[in-house]
Each structure stands twice: as structure tokens, then as C-alpha cells.
């Protein structure tokens, strides 16, 4: 028979499981509950020097340092707490002669169900912090938040919004939201339609009491719909001003592993990616559009000590250069005709403590840019029409599809400002120079998109793979996704996915073929391939001469023939 010892960090027996006559004449004396079975007490033995070793061991028989511990036989495990601190032993200890191969392999898993528990308990109290660190801050909001699941039902209610819908969150949890709500409530729509909606009217079933209301969807971390959120502010009939606009900036729910690729590209921005997540300096994002520069500046952010705090996103772009200093930098009440009475807080202070992303950064007026490169040195904002300067404690990702360095010549970008911006740099490489990846990408979108779109039993060809092979895709992955979620859609009964679904552009796709039609010379084409293995193995030349089957000193050679510049082949 064998005995469970657990003892602590210093090696005192904590505590003991099993028949205490089981070791007849071992020194049993000695282990109780209390005993100290550490190395300067006992010489080599299971539990102390498994502390000073701090990995799983077996001590047999005469290996014990005392003589009357000769007839043992002790395997034992160390203990970690979750922050890598040694914690205590499990130990099993029993007469020699019933010595065990498994013995030492069940402590270990007996010492690593220990650790998982301790690992829960941890999680667990993180969460219930979060939830109510969440539920503290919900309930002190002047405006009212309801959160409904994918059937419309109540899953949460504010103080705020209770008060103003004459309920209490206990009665309201559980209930259809048109129950509390008129049955025309935008949020139904919401959940129908995907579409946001903002200062909305919504009527209280109960008195035909008005609000306004503001919506959006809400996802979980694999991008599935779970529900939605809707805030409330009291309606103010006959007056001129709109409410202001209470806005929830949306989590970062994107993680460095749930960008998809294997391939040395993608492996390496992934790397380079974790590496600026621990730095508190700026970073610049440089790739086409559809290449997933958003979901990088998302991982950077979940991944980094902010993880916690707002991430903020504004696209350039997309926002026109007559509001994008607003929208920035915020404004005071009357700064300017139609601002909203109370002025707005802007982009900079909503991201406080976290960070915020500047996507096409390349298309910010020049104007803009003076101040933003100021905001930026300063760490201080001035909202419009005050002089007013607000600190803001903030980590800045800047993305573009453009050449900056094209733009500074041509006098569209600041130069001072791209130095400012490019402390940390990541290209994101197009799809056409991750081809390896399309089997795993594809599969992917197929998984998510028909799950979304309700089609099952899914079939992926391989002339549907080959024809995505064969595609230049100017537009990336967005435009990848597209084509599948086309294809998903035309797909027949029998699920399976063939080429002509996705409508893919022919002219398009001759571009992208190495082997078209045309009849090329031969030093073209080897010439293509060379460039196209380098892109593939970034620069690496043993994996380039493995992807083309050739030596080393073939693809040297080559390379000097045809006069290429590796690091430019690189970075395109």
C-alpha cells in the first residue's frame, strides 16, 4: 500500500492520505502532518529534494540519505502556483518492494490537476472581479443599458434603465424585450438586420413613455453573435438639440492566434506583432487593404498590458475632413453650429489608459496632422473651442495601405510626423504572397460564413481550392471572404463548392496565372519562380531551395544572374 503526503514550500507535511500501518518499519514515526521532510532535515529524500531540484523525481530505497528510510519507496511532483512559484509536493510513499513504474506518472498528474484547480480559481476570481467591476460601472450611468440575447430576451438592465421603464432588473431578466418595450423596438430589428442604429425613438409598452435609443450587436471572441446592447436617454419633446450621442466603443476581441496563416510571412508579422504588444511605442501598420491590418492592431492591444482598457478606432478615410478634427479631438458646447449641447468627448479621451487605432492614417489632412503630431508629443488634448488642455494616457496604432514615403515627397504626409508614427513597423503581406495559407484560410471562412448563412455539410473541391490558387486577389483576404460567402450563398442542396460560384473576375485571374495562355521564355518564368519562392520563404534560402528542389549555390547563383535584391523582393 502507498501513502498521498502533501507538504508545503519549506517541506512540512500538510497532510496525509492512506493506511498509517502501511509502512511497517519505514520511518513512520516521522511522517505526520507537521513533520519536516526538507533536505537539511532528511538528506536526500521524495519531497525535500524534489523542492530543491523542483522537478518530478523517484527516490528508491537505499538512495534515501537516513538508513531508516531504506525501505521506502517515494515519488514526488513540485507544485507551481499559476505565477510560476513553487508551492508546495505531492508525494506517494510506500514500501520498496512494491515499487511502480505508473507511481511517479500518476503524482505528476496528481500535482498537475492541483495546479489546473489553482488556475481555475484564479480565472474564476478574475471574472467575477470583471463582472462586477462591469456591473459597477453599468449601474452608475445616467443613461439607461439594456443587453438582450439572440432571441430578443433580457439578459441585463441598468439602474438607470430600470428607473426609466418603471421595472426592476429581477422582474426584467428573462422577459422579451417586447414585453418591456413596444413590439416595433429598433433592437428586434437589430437582431434581424445587423444594422446599428443611433438616437432612434423606442416607446415603454407600459405609458407610451418616449426614449431615445442607440444599438449595436455584441460578439464573443470567434465572432459569433450573442446578442445585442442598447442605451436609453430620456426623449425631450420640443426641443431643437438631439440627445448626445452616448457612444460604446467596441472591445478588442481579436488575438495574434486567431489571425490564420503558417506561412514564414505571416509567421514572422505574427512574431514581430507579439514582440510590440509589451512596448508602450507607437506602432505602423503597412499593407494593402483586406490584409487584416485591424484584426493586428486588435491583437497588439489584447495582447499588451491595456488588454483592459478602451480600444478605440477611427478610419481616416472614411470620415470626412470637415468633422474628422471633431471626432479627434472632441469639442465644447457651442464650439461651432450644430454641435451637441455639452460638447463631446473625441477619439483621444474615449481611448484613456487604452489605445487608440488610426486606420488609413495615409488619407488625415494635412491640417489634422499638425495637431495630431502635437497631441502625440504633448500627450495633451485641446477639445475644439477650449484652450483647456486634457492629458491623455494612450498607445497609438497607425495603419495605411499607402507609400508614406511616396506621400512625404509628394507633400501629403508629414515627415516629422511618419518618424513619429514609425517606431514599430509591421508589414502585413498581401494574399498573393501567402498562397501556402489559402487551404487553412479558405476552410475557415467556410466554417464561419456557412454557420452565419445556416448551410451545413459543407463540401470544399479541389477545383474550388485550385481556382482560389489561381486568383491574384487585388483584394486580399476582404475579397476572399466575399467570393466564399458568394459561393455559400449560390451553393446547390448537395453543399458542394465548385469554381464558377464565385464569379470570380477571368481577367483577374489571367493576370495572376503564372501559366497563362501565353507562351513565355523559359528565363521568365524561372526568374517568377525564383521570386516567388523568396517571397514565400522570406529571404530564407534553404527553405527557397527546398520549395524549388534545387542547391543553395544553384539559387546563389541565380540570384546573381538575375540581378535580384533580396530584401526588396521581400518587401515588394
Known amino acids: 500500500g502507498f501513502k498521498v503526503v502533501l507538504a508545503d514550500e519549506d517541506g512540512y507535511v500538510l497532510s496525509i492520505m492512506g493506511n498509517h500501518e502501511d509502512l511497517g518499519s519505514a520511518d513512520d514515526e516521522q511522517m505526520c502532518a507537521g513533520a519536516n521532510w526538507s533536505e537539511s532535515y532528511k538528506g536526500t529524500n521524495a519531497i525535500g529534494t524534489c523542492l530543491v531540484e523542483r522537478r518530478p523525481l523517484h527516490i528508491h530505497a537505499v538512495e534515501h540519505f537516513c538508513e531508516t528510510n531504506h525501505l521506502m519507496t517515494c515519488s514526488a511532483a513540485p507544485i507551481f502556483d499559476p505565477n510560476g512559484q513553487l508551492i508546495g509536493v505531492l508525494n506517494m510513499t510506500g514500501e520498496y518492494h512494491h515499487a511502480n513504474d505508473h507511481t ?13 484547480q489553482f488556475r481555475l480559481h484564479r480565472a474564476n476570481h478574475k471574472l467575477f472581479s470583471a463582472y462586477k467591476y462591469s456591473e459597477t460601472i453599468i449601474n452608475t450611468m445616467s443613461e439607461g443599458l439594456m443587453t438582450v440575447d439572440t432571441k430578443g430576451i433580457v439578459t441585463q438592465l441598468n439602474e438607470a434603465a430600470a428607473h426609466m421603464v418603471e421595472t426592476t432588473a429581477s422582474d426584467a431578466i428573462g422577459c422579451h424585450v417586447s414585453q418591456i418595450l413596444s413590439k416595433a423596438t429598433p433592437i428586434l430589428g437589430l437582431l434581424t438586420t445587423g444594422t446599428s442604429y443611433e438616437n432612434q425613438e423606442v416607446v415603454f409598452e407600459k405609458n407610451n413613455r418616449k426614449f431615445y435609443s442607440s444599438g449595436r450587436l455584441l460578439y464573443d471572441d470567434f465572432s459569433n453573435c450573442i446578442g445585442a446592447v442598447a442605451v436609453f436617454k430620456n426623449y425631450q419633446k420640443g426641443t431643437k438639440n438631439q440627445p448626445r450621442r452616448v457612444v460604446i466603443p467596441l472591445p478588442a476581441r481579436y488575438m495574434v492566434d486567431d489571425i490564420i496563416g503558417n506561412c514564414p510571412l505571416i509567421k514572422e508579422t505574427k512574431r514581430r506583432a507579439k514582440i510590440a504588444s509589451a512596448s508602450p511605442s507607437t506602432v505602423l501598420l503597412c499593407g494593402e487593404s483586406g490584409t487584416g491590418k485591424e484584426m493586428f492592431a486588435q491583437s497588439i492591444h489584447t495582447l499588451g498590458p491595456r488588454r483592459d482598457k478602451p480600444f478605440v478606432a477611427i478610419n481616416c478615410s472614411a470620415t470626412p475632413e470637415t468633422l474628422i478634427e471633431s471626432e479627434l479631438f472632441g469639442y465644447t458646447d457651442g464650439a461651432f453650429t450644430g454641435a451637441s449641447k455639452g460638447g463631446k468627448a473625441g477619439k483621444f479621451e474615449m481611448a484613456d489608459g487604452g489605445t487608440l487605432f488610426l486606420d488609413e492614417i495615409g488619407d488625415m489632412p494635412m491640417y489634422t496632422q499638425v495637431k495630431l503630431l502635437r497631441v502625440i508629443q504633448e500627450r495633451r488634448v485641446s477639445r475644439i473651442g477650449s484652450s483647456t488642455e486634457i492629458p491623455v494616457n494612450i498607445r497609438i496604432i497607425a495603419a495605411t495601405h499607402k507609400d508614406l514615403k511616396k506621400e512625404m515627397a509628394a507633400g501629403n504626409f508629414r515627415e516629422d510626423l511618419f518618424y513619429r508614427l514609425n517606431v514599430i513597423m509591421l508589414q502585413i503581406p498581401p494574399l498573393r504572397k501567402r ?58 442542396e448537395d453543399g458542394i463548392l465548385t469554381p464558377e460560384l464565385m464569379e470570380l473576375d477571368s481577367s483577374d485571374q489571367e493576370k495572376g496565372n503564372v501559366c497563362s495562355g501565353l507562351v513565355r521564355p523559359l528565363k521568365d518564368m524561372e526568374r517568377d519562380l525564383l521570386i516567388q519562392a523568396l517571397e514565400q520563404s522570406e529571404g530564407n534560402i534553404v527553405q527557397a531551395s527546398q520549395m524549388l528542389g534545387i542547391s543553395r549555390n544553384t539559387i546563389y547563383r541565380k540570384i546573381k544572374e538575375f540581378d535580384l535584391d533580396i530584401a526588396r523582393v521581400i518587401c515588394g
Open 435 to 492: 498562397l501556402n495559407d489559402l487551404p487553412i484560410l479558405v476552410e475557415s471562412l467556410v466554417k464561419k460564413l456557412s454557420t452565419r448563412l445556416g448551410r451545413r455539410d459543407i463540401k470544399i473541391t479541389e477545383p474550388f481550392l485550385r481556382a482560389c490558387h489561381a486568383h491574384p486577389w487585388p483584394g486580399n483576404i476582404r475579397e476572399l471572404e466575399n467570393a466564399i460567402e458568394r459561393a455559400l450563398n449560390m451553393v446547390g
Open 104 to 116: 511517479l506518472g500518476m503524482v505528476v498528474a496528481g500535482a498537475n490537476a492541483i495546479e489546473n
